[in-house]
């Protein structure tokens, strides 16, 4: 079945930097979400894409799905600490199965 | 919105005893619901999900098995825990049609030693 990939598990950056992730797929995807799990928390989501070249905005997040739909992208404008925490990209299935990639832990320092 | 109460929070439970966690769902009917693991520092496995009332569908062999008695009601069960069982576990819920977010319960932590 379809899945999605995200390397690298693991990014640091000093505050105020831009951050950019990405979520791959070898398959067409037809849908991409992105969510955002808190230190000790749970997922919590973020934002659906679903057509070609789709780009959305929530403050400083900007997402994109590829024109191919074989990859998204999530950016993030002078990270702040409020920014820590781990970022996945979810596939729903037309079978209705929701799988996730591995996700990525961002850490931010002030 | 949906509310999905999970418990315990926080569990330890000895090597070979059963399990048994609880999802129950607030604000919505007929939900897709899903479990999953989280090991420490780790994915979201998907271990199952449900479209309906007594309808399972499994992703990973192991020692866990799921029920739902209920619309609003899924329940991870095992026999016999394995250290290997430990995690975070998490209840997710979608709406079909209504809504495309999966809302997730707060998890249960579980240590099997």
């Known amino acids: 079945g379809q899945q999605v990939m995200q390397i690298p598990q693991y990014q640091h950056v000093q505050e105020g930097e831009d951050f950019t992730t990405y979520c791959n797929s070898s398959?067409?995807?037809?849908?991409i979400q992105w969510y955002k799990q808190r230190p000790g928390g749970h997922p919590v989501f973020l934002i659906q894409l679903v057509k070609s070249g789709e780009v959305k905005k929530q403050k400083r997040l900007t997402f994109q799905f590829g024109e191919a739909k074989k990859n998204s992208s999530l950016h993030i404008t002078a990270t702040q600490t409020t920014d820590v925490g781990t970022y996945f990209c979810?596939?729903?299935?037309?079978?209705?199965?929701?799988?996730f990639g591995k996700g990525i832990t961002l850490s931010v320092r002030p | 919105s949906q509310t999905i109460h999970q418990w315990p929070a926080t569990l330890v439970q000895p090597v070979g005893s059963p399990l048994s966690l609880e999802c129950t769902v607030e604000?919505?009917?007929?939900?897709?619901l899903y479990w999953y693991r989280q090991a420490a520092g780790r994915g979201l496995q998907l271990l199952f999900y449900?479209?309906?009332?007594?309808?399972i569908s499994s992703e990973v062999p192991q020692n866990l098995s799921a029920s739902r008695p209920q619309d609003r009601q899924f329940i991870l069960s095992s026999k016999k825990l394995l250290l290997s069982d430990s995690g975070f576990y998490l209840c997710?819920?979608?709406?079909?049609?209504?809504?495309?977010?999966?809302?997730f319960g707060q998890g249960t932590r579980l240590t099997v030693v």
């Open positions: 997710a819920s979608i709406t079909p049609g209504r809504n495309t977010e999966a809302f």
């Open positions: 979810g596939l729903r299935g037309a079978n209705s199965k929701l799988t």
């Open positions: 604000g919505t009917s007929n939900p897709n």
């Open positions: 449900s479209v309906g009332i007594g309808q």
């Open positions: 398959t067409t995807l037809s849908n």
